[in-house]
């Protein structure tokens, strides 16, 4: 899917990357905590997050996500914004709930990642 | 083995203990000097996140500290000491789930009790050492894995 599809189905507005609207994203992710983004996220996911903190835009640089959406209306902060800015990360900002955001997307063909127990993961539990 | 790259660099990074302001920059120049090397980008990858884990660790935990990375062919070296409180139980703390996070950390998102469980499964080779009311070192190995592991190889469309 790509990303101007992913805009389109949250009714989202394009707070950064709108000349990166082209880019395809294969899988998507949800989460409000750092290291979970890092521990499931793949290169290239999309991440739906309601974390306005440049924690959350850092963790997508680390993990080579491809753009993210804050929910539920909720606004980066600024360190978050300017970060993000730098890194050349497109953010969305859509109004849906973290929920719906992710039942919208999935409706429409864009699957969760792997699951990490399906993954190998040696020495995890 | 023979290292299929000729590359080497050393660095290291210095991290302030409650530096939250800071947080990450270390791990962002890290991701930015390994990606003009030759090395697998998966490789880079988990690198880099196992180096966010250990500067997060340092910044939420810890007075200060510093985080060094060396190369040498395909390999990465990281390792991670500060001066701090230390952890009582090593082993507790390897527990995914475990952690001490203060409020100030959890509201930027961090306490997930899944660093060190990150660190151990980006690494292929993880060591910790803790002393209390000195401080902790993590010393991580990471080298490319096989193609075919799946593990962090990605369909990303690029």
Known sequence: MRLSEVAEALEAEVLLG?????????????????????????????LLTGLTKASVVRAAQVADLSAIVFVRGKRPDEEAVELARDLGLPVMLTSHSLYDSCGRLYARGLPGVIPARQRQSPGIQ | MEPTSTDRFADRYPILGGGFFLAGRASGEVKRRLSELSLPRELVRRVVIGTYEAEMNVVIHAVSGEVSVSVEGDEVRVVAQDRGPGIADVEEALKPGFST?????????????????????????????????????????????????KEEQQDDGD
């Not at chain 1, 905590?33 to 996911?45: K, N, T």
């Open chain 1, 18 to 46: 709108d000349d990166l609207l082209e880019t395809e994203v294969g899988a998507a992710g949800a989460a409000d905590m750092v290291s979970d983004v890092l521990f499931f996220g793949r290169p290239g996911m999309l």
């Open chain 2, 101 to 149: 996070a203060s409020e100030k950390a959890q509201s930027l998102g961090f306490g997930a009790g899944m660093g060190l469980t990150n660190m151990q499964r980006c690494a292929d080779e993880f060591r910790i050492a803790s002393e209390l009311g000195r401080g902790t070192c993590v010393h991580m190995t990471f080298r490319p894995r096989p193609v075919d592991s």
